[in-house]
């Protein structure tokens, strides 16, 4: 079964950038979609960030233009590259598959402020 580690968060002040990596323990090759979710405080997790096996990429409204997803097939790797962060992007920051196939991993904290 593929286990999912998601590293790269941390506290970052407005309109810094961080670099998210999610690492997976078996093959996703055979996944057609993958994704960045992110769940803030007292709020539902939401998908921010997918790609398709063919590279395509799609983003939610909040982060277009900001955020870039990326997948390494020889490694097993996800990537979201934030610039440009707010404060509203605080939140903890999951990888899986989309729609959601695998077990959720710890996730890695995302915290802007100043």
């Known amino acids: 079964q593929v286990r999912l580690v998601e590293s790269g968060g941390g506290w970052v002040q407005p309109g810094g950038s961080l670099r998210l990596s999610c690492a997976a323990s078996?093959?996703?090759?055979?996944?057609?979609?993958m994704g960045w979710y992110r769940q803030a405080p007292g709020k539902q997790r939401e998908l921010v960030a997918r790609?398709?096996?063919?590279?395509?990429?799609i983003y939610a409204d909040s982060v277009k233009g900001r955020f870039t997803i990326s997948k390494d097939n020889a490694k097993n790797t996800v990537y979201l590259q934030m610039n440009s962060l707010k404060p509203e992007d605080t939140a903890v920051y999951y990888c899986?598959?989309?729609?959601?196939?695998?077990?959720w991993g710890q996730g890695t904290q995302v915290t802007v402020s100043s």
């Open positions: 899986n598959a989309v729609p959601q196939r695998y077990p």
């Open positions: 078996g093959s996703i090759f055979s996944t057609a979609v």
């Open positions: 790609i398709i096996s063919g590279g395509g990429t």
